[in-house]
């Protein structure tokens, strides 16, 4: 089992920027720099929606066409911490952003592990 954890949500206003965390931690002490890391976010009313994923190594990151250059998705594998930084935020942005990882060690096919998420808003 995994436990990932997610901070640095807030209010934020329109234009603004705003960095989340997500740090990890596993009973079963598997080893953080094989895993692929993500985002997903979730508004109300909305269905979940892919934001950014990272490899294992750190050197390729996926975004979401929505993203448009405005986030920013890395990693510290010493750390066992995966970071999103926002900038341009809009209120489109507005939802719960939730940390991902798979069970399935170099691979980005799946997400088997979900954060409690951490809330996201942005004021027009």
């Known amino acids: 089992q995994v436990q990932l954890t997610e901070t640095g949500g807030g209010l934020v206003q329109a234009g603004g920027s705003l960095t989340l965390s997500c740090s990890a931690s596993?009973?079963?002490?598997?080893?953080?720099?094989?895993?692929?890391m993500g985002w997903f976010r979730q508004a109300p009313g909305k269905e979940r929606e892919f934001v950014a994923a990272?490899?294992?190594?750190?050197?390729?990151?996926y975004y979401g066409d929505f993203v448009k250059g405005r986030f920013t998705i890395s990693r510290d594998n010493a750390k066992s911490t995966v970071s999103l930084q926002m900038n341009s935020l809009n209120s489109e942005d507005t939802a719960t952003y939730y940390c991902?990882?798979?069970?399935?060690?170099?691979?980005?096919?799946?997400?088997?592990?979900w954060g409690q998420g951490t809330q996201v808003t942005v004021s027009s």
């Open positions: 991902v990882t798979s069970k399935v060690a170099y691979n980005l096919g799946s997400w088997d592990y």
């Open positions: 596993s009973a079963s002490g598997r080893t953080f720099s094989q895993y692929a």
């Open positions: 990272i490899e294992w190594t750190g050197d390729v990151e």
